[in-house]
């Protein structure tokens, strides 16, 4: 059974600094794009970052919101995959989900994470 | 960024109903279109890949269609854990979401 775990979501002042977690299971890791993607309260899906498998190189790509502030990378030795949020804005506040993609580092989402709320507030 | 818009944003419907919810791409993903359904408090849920192909346990009420820059999610006969907002999901270049269709009873 495919399972995928967040944490590290909290309440973080605006300008600061978070750092999210995806530990994974039941599948091989290494085989797969990972993807995070978020859900600000009470609205739709914004897709954040990418990174394809090492055997793909590991190319990660991000939403223009987030370019430049944002980091992802994985370890391929535990399965886990992370999200480096860097000078947080209020507007960065929403769940947010790690997910798997079907195969091929195709983007597309075939399994999430139950997700990790970030709010960002003074 | 490719907009993806999705028609109508809510839509009413009974148990047994035929559902078609359209999505619609500001340029072409060729078949680079995916289909997620969310039930309220919980996370997302794949049902469909490259437009047509069923995510492993999705049920085959569920059907996708389209190519291009028009598609289709079709549910044959609406059930009763069927109500949930539902989202198309383009991946031909940097990956972007539909707004989402509210199915409601």
């Known amino acids: 059974e495919v399972q995928l775990v967040e944490s590290g979501g909290g309440l973080v002042q605006p300008g600061r600094s978070l750092r999210l977690s995806c530990r994974t299971s039941?599948?091989?890791?290494?085989?797969?794009?990972m993807s995070w993607v978020r859900q600000a309260p009470g609205k739709g899906l914004e897709y954040v970052a990418f990174?394809?498998?090492?055997?793909?190189?590991?190319?990660?790509e991000y939403t223009t919101s987030v370019r430049g502030r944002f980091s992802v990378s994985r370890d391929d030795s535990n399965s886990i995959v992370y999200l480096q949020m860097n000078s947080l804005k209020t507007e960065d506040t929403a769940v947010y989900y790690c997910?798997?993609?079907?195969?091929?580092?195709?983007?597309?989402?075939?399994?999430w994470g139950q997700g990790t709320l970030v709010t960002v507030s003074s | 960024d490719i907009q993806m818009t999705q028609s109508p944003s809510t839509l009413s419907a009974s148990v047994g109903d035929r559902v078609t919810i359209s999505c619609r791409a500001s340029?072409?993903?060729?078949?680079?279109l995916a289909w997620h359904q969310q039930k309220p408090g919980q996370a997302p849920k794949g049902l469909i890949y490259?437009?047509?192909n069923l995510q492993t346990g999705v049920p085959l009420r569920f059907s996708g269609s389209g190519s291009g820059t028009d598609f289709t999610l079709t549910i044959s006969s609406l059930q009763p854990e069927d109500f949930a907002t539902y989202y198309c999901?383009?991946?031909?270049?940097?990956?972007?979401f539909g707004q989402g269709t509210k199915v409601e009873i």
């Open positions: 997910c798997r993609d079907n195969g091929g580092n195709s983007r597309a989402v075939e399994f």
């Open positions: 039941g599948f091989r890791f290494g085989d797969y794009a």
């Open positions: 990174v394809k498998s090492k055997n793909s190189g590991g190319t990660t």
């Open positions: 340029q072409s993903v060729d078949k680079w």
């Open positions: 490259t437009a047509s």
């Open positions: 999901q383009q991946y031909s270049g940097n990956s972007t």
